[in-house]
């Protein structure tokens, strides 16, 4: 199955969170602090304002960080995805 989000949505990938730290200390699942970034997965067709269509600011690929507490987990198959408004992300990570 193949998601296509609506209006001003994104689809996101989230990025795992480290099992160890920088001393190489392995983390139990307890003090993992969920990681706020993530890829692009897909978008939506963009959002309306005054009764134009404005497209989206992310593309398919963006790194990005996105608001702590934003968004709906679903699950598709085997595959976790967050699903959030365009407004919920904070930055494009560029390299």
Not at 32 to 44: F, L
Not at 66 to 77: Q, R
Request: some cysteine; overall charge negative.
């Amino acid at each position: 199955m193949k998601l296509k989000p609506l209006g001003d949505k994104v689809v996101l990938k989230v990025k795992e969170t480290e099992e160890k730290t920088a001393g190489g200390v392995y983390l139990p699942d307890t003090s993992k602090e969920k990681t706020m970034q993530a890829t692009v997965i897909a978008v939506g067709s963009g959002e309306v304002i005054d009764g134009k269509k404005v497209p989206l600011d992310v593309k398919v690929g963006d790194e990005v960080i996105y608001a702590k507490y934003s968004g709906t987990e679903i699950k598709v198959g085997n595959e976790e995805y967050l699903l959030v408004k365009q407004s919920d992300i904070l930055a494009i990570c560029e390299q």
